[in-house]
T-cell receptor, first 112, second 114 residues
Framework: ETGVTQSPTHLIKTRGQQVTLRCSSQ?????VSWYQQALGQGPQFIFQ???????GRGNFPPRFSGLQFPNYSSELNVNALELDDSALYLC???????????FGPGTRLTVL | AQSVTQLGSHVSVSEGALVLLRCNYS??????LFWYVQYPNQGLQLLLK??????LVKGINGFEAEFKKSETSFHLTKPSAHMSDAAEYFC????????????FGQGTELSVKP
């Protein structure tokens, strides 16, 4: 059974650029959640996708957007990058009914 | 609204000593509660969870936690610390919606001295 995978591992961008992060969910999981973890902080919920539809959103501006595909993989897009967007971005997948989320290793984004 | 407070951003214990990491939560609905561990430059690994039923929950690596509704607490314990337990620990609460979002505490860094 393949776990949650994320790509790329690391990414360096400059202010104002756009970035796309990718996540492949664990086999059999139909729900994907994205979290932002700033240095020294706990993860903060960005949004969740269930069966290709957004199913809840945290306190993040609209320049954070996402997609979920028919195979339940997902993308996180961030436009107009700001320095404060530098963080570890974590993807987690789950089976809706079980409510247990399995996390990927994360993508480390650095904005210069 | 839900929230989590972890008491103590850093905890240091000697190898073989008791580990106690404190977590208090706030929730207007019956909570699901979780403890995750994060090793440097890695994602989060689930240690244990409480959903319903038995309030003493056993997890991996010898950890356990007890849900105390009256105290709104979910403290993590391990009788004897091992060097490999050194990591960041996060307590989280979730609502009951399907796949509900996790709300994390700020984390507690556990150091284990030889």
């Amino acid at each position: 059974e393949t776990g949650v995978t994320q790509s790329p591992t690391h990414l360096i961008k400059t202010r104002g650029q756009q970035v796309t992060l990718r996540c492949s969910s664990q086999s059999g999981h139909n729900t994907v959640s994205w979290y932002q973890q700033a240095l020294g902080q706990g993860p903060q919920f960005i949004f969740q996708y269930y069966r290709e539809e957004e199913n809840g959103r945290g306190n993040f501006p609209p320049r954070f957007s996402g997609l979920q595909f028919p195979n339940y993989s997902s993308e996180l897009n961030v436009n107009a990058l700001e320095l404060d967007d530098s963080a570890l971005y974590l993807c987690a997948s789950s089976q809706a009914q079980e409510n247990e989320q399995f996390f990927g290793p994360g993508t480390r984004l650095t904005v210069l | 609204a839900q929230s989590v407070t972890q008491l103590g951003s850093h905890v240091s214990v000697s190898e073989g000593a008791l580990v106690l990491l404190r977590c208090n939560y706030s929730s207007s609905v019956p909570p699901y509660l979780f403890w995750y561990v994060q090793y440097p430059n890695q994602g989060l690994q689930l240690l244990l969870k409480y959903t319903t039923g038995a309030t003493l929950v056993k997890g991996i690596n010898g950890f356990e936690a007890e849900f105390k509704k009256s105290e709104t607490s979910f403290h993590l314990t391990k009788p004897s610390a091992h060097m490999s337990d050194a990591a960041e620990y996060f307590c989280a609460v979730s609502d009951l919606r399907r796949g509900g979002k996790l709300i994390f505490g700020q984390g507690t860094e556990l150091s284990v001295k030889p």
